[in-house]
């Protein structure tokens, strides 16, 4: 048994999903019901997928709830938990800061750059020497899961350096690959939740009218604001990786750079780094050079916005690999993966984390930073050096 199983062991009442003692603060949470409310007053076959996956996302909102509810107790009672943050109705500190961790407007434990989420914690909580990060989901297959926890455990590795970074998951009984998270996670199974008059009250019932709410006041229960941390700027980290990586002249990016340990943690947090851009008649000999035959979608290059493709580098287990992205005038960001003769266009939100990135980045090449047709074949035959 490892020492982190031995420190949190699951309790009976986390085990079986006893609800009846923090039933009432159920109800002062806030849910996503009003579509699964619509579709319940329709004809719709409970078994259509899309009626299937409205009602496990409302129950799997409740089921973190209700974990969370749970793990207030149990950790007022643990002995190694030192401290736990407080989240949903059991503080009222939602501050829309720049950058740090926050509870957000939904009430959850968030860590923010340039004010869009890096990532969200169902719980957290710290002992003497960790910090866990707390993951709960119904989901029976967890290979999603599983790849979500290393953006996490990175973030928290930065920003808590002198703690180690724990993990501890909460499924359902059934799940699958349980046997399979890294070492550094505790698992726990609870039965199912499928207590049906609990949820349909909150679908239908959810008023804190006659709900009583039980509130804990213990020294461990601290709030985000309380929580020290290392100060990282996500964007600064990103502008300082670009001009680090760009300083091999023969190679055009510095592959041993991107190979060091902090590197490659930051790899985890962000999924690539930028290392330049292109002008579109400079990314059409790139398409040419790479004997590019079949294209998912049609790019009008004409409207490509600024005339710029910008280019960045992601890693895989075993390799590093070019991904392009550009803006079409007047639609959405894309994103160009390139397999073999294919080029995968794809869309990104325009609201979302690469197009924050990808504005901010343009701001830096302004000063620099364009590459041409010989420098993607430089940095493709270093990859190909590399796989070898």
Request: charged share 30%.
């Amino acid at each position: 048994m490892k020492k982190s199983e031995h420190l949190l062991q699951i309790n009976k009442q986390i085990e079986n999903l006893q609800v009846e003692d923090i039933y009432d603060n159920l109800f002062f949470y806030k849910y996503h019901s009003r579509y699964l409310k619509k579709l319940q007053k329709t004809d719709i076959d409970k078994d259509d997928p899309h009626y299937i996956s409205t009602y496990s996302s409302l129950v799997g909102e409740l089921y973190e709830n209700v974990v969370y509810e749970l793990l207030l107790p149990y950790a007022i009672e643990n002995q190694h938990i030192t401290r736990f943050v407080l989240k949903g109705p059991h503080q009222d500190n939602y501050k829309n800061y720049k950058n740090g961790l926050m509870i957000d407007i939904n009430s959850q434990i968030v860590y923010k750059a340039g004010y869009k989420d890096v990532t969200e914690f169902d719980a957290l909580f710290f002992t003497k020497e960790s910090v866990y990060f707390v993951e709960t989901t119904i989901v029976k297959t967890t290979t999603s899961l599983r790849k979500r926890l290393k953006k996490k455990k990175a973030l928290l590795e930065v920003l808590f350096p002198k703690l180690k970074i724990k993990a501890l998951i909460i499924l359902t009984k059934g799940a699958m690959g349980v046997s399979v998270f890294p070492s550094y996670c505790t698992v726990w199974l609870t039965k199912p939740l499928e207590d049906k008059e609990l949820i349909k009250d909150i679908v239908y019932n959810l008023t804190k009218k006659d709900k009583k709410f039980i509130e804990y006041g213990d020294k461990k229960l601290i709030h985000t604001y309380n929580v020290y941390t290392k100060d990282f700027k996500y964007f600064d980290t990103l502008s300082w990786i670009l001009r680090s990586v760009r300083k091999d002249q023969e190679h055009i990016v510095d592959f041993k750079f991107l190979s060091t340990p902090q590197i490659e943690r930051y790899f985890e947090i962000f999924s690539k780094f930028y290392i330049g851009y292109m002008d579109t008649h400079s990314f059409i000999e790139v398409l040419k050079f790479l004997n590019i035959t079949n294209i998912s979608e049609d790019i009008p290059m004409e409207k490509i916005f600024e005339d710029q493709v910008v280019v960045t580098i992601e890693k895989t287990k075993e390799t590093f690999t070019l991904v392009y992205y550009l803006k079409i005038t007047g639609d959405k960001l894309k994103r160009l993966d390139i397999a073999d003769d294919s080029l995968k266009v794809s869309d990104k939100d325009p609201k979302g984390f690469t197009a924050a990135e990808i504005k901010y980045m343009k701001y830096l090449f302004k000063k620099g930073f364009k590459l041409s047709l010989d420098d993607i074949k430089t940095i493709e035959s270093k990859i190909e050096d590399l796989d070898k």
